[in-house]
């Protein structure tokens, strides 16, 4: 099994007429033989948000690199929990090297890290995943947290202290929602659930499971996960906008970026485009088929 | 509908007869492709400075080997003479990544003879761009496209006319098929005939008509310098929703 990856982020028009810079920020990959992709969007009320993003980034990948290189394998709870703990040490570590405050680093990180032996997609605040299907089908979850205020990783500084006061400070009280959709071109869209998550759920351990072997029996084609911005498009619904992103029109090299510039270039001639930032992260499941082929 | 066979497709000139070749959109990883032309006059009144002609098409494609924007960049060279048929053009090569052209293996020493096909020649090199940029733009990619037609002489024999080039010059910009088209004509030793060329370059809705006088070594050499200096400003505007201003009418 091979993997092709892409990835893009774009600035939306709030922060472009404000003056402030992109604060989502996208990374994909192929490691090995793996492969992994990721958004992240820095708080738009935060300080420097658009370097603590990065940040954020750029660890968890460095932390999926030697997760795999070590471990080469994804099976268990465990790996999600260590991931988040190398991401906790090195954000602390460079932050303070830098010179920056906990309000810089305040960003959500939602990752991809797929396998030939399954893999794994994490949640570490809001946004959408989504996953296209060789029959054309389109599964997708949006996740939103209550008021606006999702879960950021940084937020394990203080043992996450702050954030649960924020949220009235109950960890049982379901803060979380998590809606899913599918959608065909011949039937268009089906709601499957809205789910109410607890606040102690949310904090790290919402992930979505690809168990061995399922690559190989359900054939999805590709897998995206995309910042909050995807549900923010002028005149466009998410979900429309989502089933948008993934109408590749051809797999190669850029693949998602084309499609994501074409997507915004179309959505601004008919409305503002996009308001808030807006990250893509993709990766492509080349099945043993097309390998032959390839 | 493209005819798939290898690392290049088969096109056809929607309207025409007119064929060419351009790379399959597998090959291509890209967001953004600017689609250069370079059309050469092989008719029997180069023949005096046939070798200099490959030396300066040499010249321009190494040259846009070079540029930072090369893998940005689908090349196509085509020879016109009424030597090469009914259409009166060679395809050297369609649409293609300049990592997949070996100029010195490419592009064979000239055999120059016949008449000029001049208008087959500029509706061939500005139709084609239009088609190909039309299927890469129906595929997400950005395109823009500029066109260098270098001739000796006045049209002679073409089936094509000024107003099928110009027409096919509107629909890149109104069926939004390229983001900017730029077409120069060049004539060299084509001082009797400015008049004409001129006329043509309004008539057909070209971008400009230089004229390079007497053809020198020297001058040769500068014309595939102001190629390469083209493209890549041309290239640089991709995205800009419009074409270069930076492109000389003088050379």
Known sequence: ?294 | MPQIGGEMAQFQIAGSNFTFQGARLTRLGATEYTLVTIAVDVTGSTSGFAKELRDMLIAAVESCKKSPRSDNLLVRAILFSTSFGRNGVSELHGFKLLSDIDPQVDYQAFSPQGNTPLFDAVYSAVGAMVEYGGELTKNDYLANGIVFVVTDGDDNRSLATPGMIRTKIKQAAQGEKLESLVTVLVGINAMLYQRELDAFCQDAGLTHYIDMGEVTPGKLAKLGGFISRSVSSQSQAIGTGGPSKNIAATI
Not at chain 1, 194 to 209: N, P, Y
């Open chain 1, 1 to 294: 099994m091979l993997f092709a990856v892409d990835s893009y982020f774009h600035i939306g028009q709030a922060h472009l007429n404000a003056g402030k810079p992109c604060q989502d920020y996208a990374l994909a990959d192929i490691h090995e033989d793996m492969a992994f992709a990721l958004v992240s969007d820095g708080c738009s009320t935060g300080g420097q948000t658009d370097v603590g993003a990065r940040i954020l980034a750029l660890s968890t990948a460095k932390a999926i690199r030697e997760h795999w290189s070590v471990a080469h394998e994804v099976e268990g709870d465990a790996v999600p929990l260590h991931i988040a703990w190398r991401q906790k040490d090195r954000i602390a570590g460079l932050h303070s090297m830098l010179g920056l405050r906990k309000q810089d680093m305040l960003a959500t990180c939602l990752y991809q890290y797929i396998t030939p032996g399954g893999g794994f997609i994490h949640i570490q605040g809001d946004g959408v995943v989504a996953v296209k299907y060789q029959s054309g089908l389109i599964s997708m979850c949006r996740y939103d947290w209550a008021d606006n205020k999702p879960f950021y990783p940084a937020y394990t500084e203080d043992h996450f202290m702050g954030f649960i006061q924020d949220h009235g400070g109950d960890v049982r009280a379901e803060r979380l929602t998590k809606e899913c959709w599918q959608y065909y071109a011949e039937d268009g869209f089906i709601h499957l659930s809205t789910q109410k998550i607890s606040l102690g759920e949310g904090m790290g351990r919402v992930t979505i499971r690809i168990y061995p072997g399922e690559l190989e029996v359900t054939h999805p084609e590709y897998i995206a996960v995309f910042s909050d911005g995807i549900t923010q498009i002028d005149g466009l619904d998410w979900k429309d906008a989502v089933v948008q992103a993934l109408a590749f029109k051809t797999p190669e090299g850029e693949f998602a970026k084309r499609r994501m510039i074409r997507l915004i270039k179309d959505a601004q001639r008919n409305g503002k485009g996009p308001i808030d930032d807006i990250a893509c992260a993709v990766v492509r499941i080349i099945s043993s088929h097309e390998e032959g082929v390839v």
